[in-house]
């Protein structure tokens, strides 16, 4: 696959990651970007944003993998999810 190929793949992952981004924001109240692309295992993975008031569920992703998979069928997505540190003085 050429260089340039790859990155206009990479240019179309990332605006339908924004676009899908907006729309799971807006029906479930949750946060998360491009995190990366993994050509040799063929995943996109998403990060979740520390902020988000709900957790990213792949549920909620079925619309993105489908626009995913349209661009190669092999495509999964995954999630990175970083632990959420409760502050001490929340607990009083």
Known sequence: MSKKKNNSELQLITKIVQEESTDCFINYNT??????????????????HRDSANPVEFHMLKILEKRIQEINPRYRIGIIFEEKVEDPEDFD
Do not use: A, I, N, P
Request: negative net charge.
């Open 31 to 48: 946060e998360f970007e491009l995190h990366g692309c993994d050509r040799d295992v063929q995943t996109v993975y998403l990060k979740e």
